[in-house]
C-alpha cells in the first residue's frame, strides 16, 4: 500500500480542483491512482489501472460512482456508496507575453520589436511553447514591413504537439545597402557608389543587402537609380572566366596530363562548368573553372581526344 501512495504522490501535484468540482491532469489518461487522489479509499484498486481518458481540448469527462464501483469490483474490489467524479485536462490559452518570449527565444535578436495583431484562442494542453522559423509565413495581401502568420505549437509533457498560431509585426534595427549613384548594369559596384542606411525593418527579408561586402565589387544586373535599395537578386558576382577570356585548361586523361590554351564561350565562377574552344583543334568541350582564367578537365583516357 504504501508503495502504491508513493507511485502517485506526482498525480497528486497535477491536480487541482475548478469551482465546479472538475479535477485538472495533466496527462490525456486517468489512472485509478487519480481517483484515489480524490477517494483514498480508491487506492485499494491497482494504481496502473486505466480508467480511460479525457479529451485535449479540456472539456470535462464524469465517472460515475457506480461505474467506479464496478471497475473496482473487477479488480477483486468491494466499495460501496462511491460519488461521482469528474476530470479535466489542464489547459491554456497563450497570452501575448508568453507569445512573444517563445519568438524572441527562436529569433536571438536584441533589438527585436513584437507587435501582435491576432493570435490562436483555442485552449490547449499546457507545455512548452514553441516557434521555429521554419513556421514563419510572409503576411499575403499586406504592404507592412515585417508582417507575418507564424506557426508554433505547444509541446506537451509527453512530447506532443499542439498547434498554435499568431500574426504579428516583427521589426529590428537593421541596415541596408543604398545606392548613392546610378550604377550602370554589367559594371561592378564600386564603393563610392554605395552606402549603409539604418532603419527599423523586417528580419525576414533575406533579399535586401544588408552589408557592403555584399554588394561592392560585384556586378549589377540592372541599371540602378541613385537612392534605390539593392536587392542581392539584382547583383552577381564578377566572374572568374568571362566569355573571349584565353583559358589555361589542365587535362587528365588516366594517368596523361597535358595543359592547352582555350577561349572561354561561356562565362562563370569558380567551380561551374564553362564551356571551352581549343584554340589549336577548334574542338569545343566542357571544363570546371578553378581559378581566374583557369580550368580543369578530367576525361577518360579514350575520350581525351574531345579536348584536343
Given at each position: ?38 477517494m483514498?479509499?480508491y ?8 480508467l ?48 512573444r ?47 507575418i ?34 550604377i ?107 581559378g ?8 577518360a ?8
Amino acid at each position: 500500500m504504501m508503495a502504491m501512495m508513493i507511485t502517485a504522490i506526482p498525480v497528486l501535484l497535477a491536480l487541482a480542483v475548478t469551482p465546479e468540482g472538475c479535477h485538472k491532469v495533466q496527462s490525456e489518461t486517468i489512472f485509478a491512482r487519480d481517483v484515489a487522489m480524490v477517494m483514498p479509499v480508491y487506492a485499494r484498486v491497482p494504481g496502473d489501472f486505466n480508467l480511460g481518458y479525457v479529451l485535449t481540448s479540456g472539456e470535462p469527462r464524469i465517472w460515475r460512482g457506480v461505474d467506479l464501483e464496478r471497475i473496482a469490483k473487477n479488480q477483486r474490489v468491494d466499495l460501496e456508496g462511491l460519488a461521482d467524479i469528474c476530470f479535466a485536462r489542464e489547459t491554456f490559452v497563450p497570452g501575448a507575453e508568453q507569445l512573444r518570449e517563445a519568438m524572441l527565444a527562436e529569433l536571438k535578436i536584441t533589438s527585436a520589436k513584437i507587435e501582435l495583431l491576432s493570435w490562436s484562442q483555442q485552449p490547449v494542453p499546457t507545455g512548452e511553447l514553441v516557434f521555429l522559423r521554419s513556421g514563419i509565413q510572409l503576411a499575403q495581401g499586406s504592404g507592412a514591413a515585417g508582417e507575418i502568420v507564424w506557426h508554433g505549437y505547444v509541446r506537451s509533457a509527453a512530447d506532443r504537439q499542439f498547434p498554435v498560431w499568431a500574426k504579428a509585426r516583427i521589426t529590428a534595427k537593421l541596415t541596408r545597402v543604398v545606392a548613392t549613384a546610378g550604377i550602370l548594369a554589367g559594371k561592378a559596384i564600386q564603393s563610392s557608389q554605395v552606402h549603409l542606411e539604418a532603419l527599423e525593418d523586417s528580419p525576414f527579408d533575406e533579399t535586401v543587402a544588408r552589408a557592403l561586402d555584399q554588394v561592392v565589387g560585384y556586378l549589377s544586373k540592372t541599371s540602378l537609380r541613385a537612392g534605390a535599395v539593392i536587392r542581392r537578386t539584382q547583383i552577381e558576382p564578377v566572374p572568374d572566366v568571362a566569355r573571349g577570356d584565353v583559358v589555361m585548361v589542365q587535362v587528365f586523361a588516366g594517368g596523361a596530363y597535358l595543359r592547352l590554351e582555350g577561349r572561354a564561350e561561356s562565362a562563370g565562377v569558380k567551380g561551374a562548368t564553362i564551356l571551352v574552344r581549343n584554340l589549336s583543334s577548334g574542338r569545343d568541350f566542357r571544363a570546371q573553372v578553378t581559378g581566374k582564367n583557369q580550368a580543369m578537365v578530367g576525361v577518360a583516357t579514350g575520350d581525351a581526344e574531345e579536348v584536343q
